[in-house]
Structures are given as C-alpha cells and as structure tokens.
C-alpha cells in the first residue's frame, strides 16, 4: 500500500530545474510531481515541437519541413522553441526542463539565455541540474515494458506498474499502446544516443558545481524527496 503523505502545493520562486537522465530513468514522474507541488510549467522539447507543428507557428513550419526531408531538427531551432516559451508568464516564478538542453551547443546557449534575463527579462541565474541515473539492465527493462495512454499521457510497466486492467488506462479506460521508439529494437539504440549526446552534459554541469545525481534505482517518492530537499535548498 502507498501511505506517502500528499503534499500541498506551495507557491513559491524555485528557479529553473533541468531534468537529465537516460530514457526510462523516471524524469517525467519527477517532472510531473515538481510541477505540482510548486505550481510551474513542465517543459518538455517534445512536446514543443508538437505543439509549434500543429499550430502551424514559424517554427513549426520549419521543423516540420526538416523533419519531412529526413533530418533531425537542429539546435538552434530548438533553442528559439525553448526560448520563445520561456517567455510565458507561468514561467515566472520557476520551471522545469524536462530532456532539455540534450547537446552541448544547447547548455551553452541555454547558460547565456539565463544569465542575461532572457525570459521575459528576468534575471534566472543558475538552474537546479538534477540528473537521474539507472543502470543500463534495468533501462532495458523498464522500457521495454512500457505502455502510455495515448489520451492522457499516464505511463505504464508490465513489469512494475501494471494496469488494472490488461491494455486500458486506470484513468480514462484508453487503450494503451507502445510507443515506437519504446520498441526492443530500437531501445539499444536511444541509450547509445544518450551516451553519445547527452552524457557529455553530465560533466558540462558538474564541472559547473551544479550538478546533483540522484539514484533512479531507489522508489519514486524516495527520489522525489530528494529532489525537493534539494529544490527547498536552493529556493
């Protein structure tokens, strides 16, 4: 049984927060649980990119038309998406970013766009860099039994956090689905791509004193108290 205790929002300036870790890591339960206990926007690149595309904006176009040829969308693209939601006023008092900055050139622009106020002018200073860290077997199976619902998004394992009922969402009784990079054959491939792209982010930070690493093998109300201590700390 779950006795944790809910807690109640608290509202509060806590600053930008960015969320590192391999796919399966859990930074979207952690995400999501921040997000509601100071009241600040979950940021997610993927889920900008879809937005700018289907609200047709410029950006939108642009990435939609890159990805139409087969490329990945770059950097700087990415950036003018980040940058332009940061702009958002309920991003105010604070906000996480949840598998954002992915690359180097995208931590250094984010860095100087803190530094100098770029969201809506104000000042940010330094994020909370929290990194999420699970070992590559139990990634393996992590992912390789999820389920989400296609409606509201709540995530599903076979293997530890089954539905109550087999394929239909506890919540709204939609159909689950696998998403397709959640495939066996392509998990191998999304944690190499981590190792390559995302792991170098790992010391940028560190090397900043900015970087704290919390164990993802631990219960997720264990690392979400860790990551609100250190959240209270810096706030």
Known sequence: MNTQRKLEPVVKNVGPIILLGPPG??????????????????ISTGDLLRNNVARGTPL??????TMGRGELVSDDLVNQMVDSRLQDEDCARGFILDGY???????EWLEDFLEQGGAAGRRCGHPLVMSITVGYNELLQRLSGRLSCPTCGRIYNLNSLPPRVDNLC??????????PDDREEVIAERLKSYERQTLPLVKFYKGR???????????????????????????
Not at 60 to 65: F, P, T
Not at 170 to 179: A, F, H, N, Q
């Open 60 to 65: 939108g176009s642009r990435a939609k038309e």
């Open 170 to 179: 506890d919540v709204d009784g939609s159909t689950l689905i696998t998403r």
């Open 209 to 235: 004193g900015e970087l704290l690493e919390l164990n993802g093998a631990r219960p997720a109300e264990e690392i979400f108290a860790e990551a609100l201590k250190a959240i209270e700390h810096k706030a």
């Open 101 to 107: 900055p992915r690359t180097l050139v995208q931590a």
């Open 25 to 42: 890591a859990g930074k979207g339960t952690q995400a999501k649980q921040i997000s509601a206990r100071y009241g600040i926007p979950q």
